[in-house]
Structure formats: C-alpha cells, structure tokens
C-alpha cells in the first residue's frame, strides 16, 4: 500500500514538470513558427491557390483551372528557353565550381604561413551583394575597356581575333555568367576546408606506409572521406543555380536573342513587369517540382557514391 501511495505522487510530479517544459518549449519555438507560418506556409498556399486563377493584382483572381499549367507546357516557347538558359548555366557552372573550390581548399589545408589572411581573401567575394558583382561583372565583361578582355588582349593581337563580345553576342553571353559563377566560390570553399580538416590523419599515415602515393592518397582516403561534403556542396550549388536572377537582371536582361532568360528572371517578369500572378505562380511550383526531383535523385544515387564513417550509405 505505500509503494501504490507514492507512485501516483511522482507520476503527478513529473507530469507537472513535463507541462512546464512544454509550455516554455512551445512559448521560445513560437516567434519561428509565426514568423514561419505568415511568411513561409502562407504565402506557399497562396501562390498555389493563384496558380489556378487568372489574377492581375489590380482585379480579383479568377478561377480558370489548369490553363496556366497548359500555357506553360503547351503554349509558351519561353518557359522552355529560359530552362534551357537555366540547365546550361547549372551543367557547366556548378561542376567547375566545384572543381576549383575542391583545388582551393587543398591548397589553403597545407601548413604553411599566411594561411589565414588568404582564406580570407578567397572568401571574401562571397560576402558581396549580387547587385554589387553584376556591376562590377559588367564592367570586367566590358568589350572595349573591361579587365576581361585587357587581359586577352595579348593572345587577341597574336591570333587576330577581335575582342569577344560577352555580354553581346548570344554565344558568349551564357559562359560569361559561368565564368562569373567562379568569383562566388567561398563558401564551398570554406566547407570543404572544414571537411578536409575532419579527415583523420592516420588514414593518410596507413595510406601511405602501404605505398600509396599523392595521388592514390587523393583518389582512395581525400575523396571518399570528401563525399558528403561533395554531396552537400552539389545539392546546395544546384539549387543555386536554378535560382539564379540578380546578376542577369542587373547585367543583360533577357540578353541577345533571350541568351540569358534564365527561369527565374522570367518569373519574375510575368510577376511584376507584366502582372500575371497567376501564370508566375505555376512557374514557381513547376520550379519547386524540378528542384525537388532532382534533389530527391541526387540523395538516391548518393547511396551509390556517398561514404559515411559509420559504414552507412
């Protein structure tokens, strides 16, 4: 009888002290969850309700169904060249971002002097606004008098070309924004140094005494190691990508022959230049349908390259 008297009594005690962890729990998380629900879940109902109406800002939505879904994927040219615009800027300058973040890294990782003060350099750019870089892109893109093409001017003058035309011509005007893409290269820069700093030194040392040179180190225990980092790196550099717009805004436009109607600048056009929500609206959830297949199909075929410590893939 008195171990039935005392457990009802520490029952009611704890249950107490969960409430109130709860209720501060729930009083802390709720600035987030408003802030989160007005500004995040809201307004991503509201552009799927829009979606299906007719709506210009100035007059009431007009439900009209699928008919933007079917003007998007039937009846407009555009949409199909900007993601084009969009899947050649994501092919080309996400996997050579990569690649020249990666070498990055490997060199500020060895110990030698100054280490720090060029981090901090490389690091830098990513720091400046969009706005501000497609100013001075602009001006590096210049034909007549951009850094660009002073610097090739030599090996111009040598082969008699004339000076290219970057943000011109509708050839030069997509890769000039993946060369562009590499200024912004720090912050993948930063989370493979961290990754290269995680690797445990004695894989290297093992690596080693069984023979295994530079190279075979890099390919068999730097890599491997790497692969979530990569993984991480290449999931947030394609989302990027598909978001790009500040700097073709600023710098082109829809550029030469709509060399440079990425997707989003298009969505943002049919928004705010030419008032039709509704039809932005369908944009934006098709471009959240796109991101979300190939992220999902990134985190599948992950499991066939991505190596965990643990063991798990």
Not at 141 to 147: R, S
Not at 210 to 218: E, H, K, S, V
Not at 281 to 298: D, E, P, Y
């Amino acid at each position: 009888m008195a171990n039935s008297d005392r457990m009802p009594t520490r029952r009611r005690g704890r249950s107490a002290l969960a409430k109130e962890d709860a209720r501060n729990f729930w009083l802390f998380l709720s600035p987030w969850i408003i802030g989160f629900l007005l500004f995040g879940i809201g307004p991503l109902v509201a552009s799927l309700v829009l979606s299906f109406t007719n709506y210009n800002i100035f007059n009431k939505p007009r439900f009209v169904g699928l008919a933007n879904y079917r003007e998007l994927f039937w009846t407009d040219p555009l949409v199909y060249k900007a993601l084009w615009n969009t899947l050649f800027y994501t092919v080309f300058a996400v996997p050579l971002g990569l690649c020249f973040a990666l070498c990055l890294a490997l060199l500020l990782n060895q110990k030698v002097r100054g280490l720090p003060v060029w981090r901090t350099i490389f690091y830098l750019p990513t720091v400046v606004s969009g706005v501000a870089m497609a100013v001075l892109w602009r001006w590096i893109f210049n034909p007549q008098v951009g850094l660009l093409n002073t610097l090739l001017h030599p090996l111009l003058v040598l082969f008699h070309l004339p000076n290219p035309q970057w943000l011109i011509d509708p050839v030069l005007a997509k890769p000039a924004y993946v060369l562009m893409s590499l200024w912004g290269l720090g912050g993948a820069m930063i989370v493979f140094l961290a990754g290269l700093q995680g690797i445990p030194q004695h894989l290297y040392e093992a690596a080693e005494m069984d023979g295994a040179g530079p190279g075979r180190r890099f390919l068999h225990v730097t890599l491997p190691m790497l692969s979530p980092v990569i993984l991480f790196n290449l999931t947030m550099g394609i989302i990027s990508s598909f978001q790009i717009f500040a700097q073709a805004y600023v710098m082109t436009g829809n550029g030469p022959d709509n060399s440079t109607l990425f997707y989003v600048l298009y969505l943002f056009d049919e928004a705010f230049r030419y008032f039709r929500m509704g039809y932005a609206s369908a944009l934006a959830w098709v471009l959240f349908v796109i991101v979300l297949l190939v992220t999902a199909g990134q985190f599948w075929l992950a499991r066939q390259w991505v190596y965990y410590e643990g063991g798990a893939r």
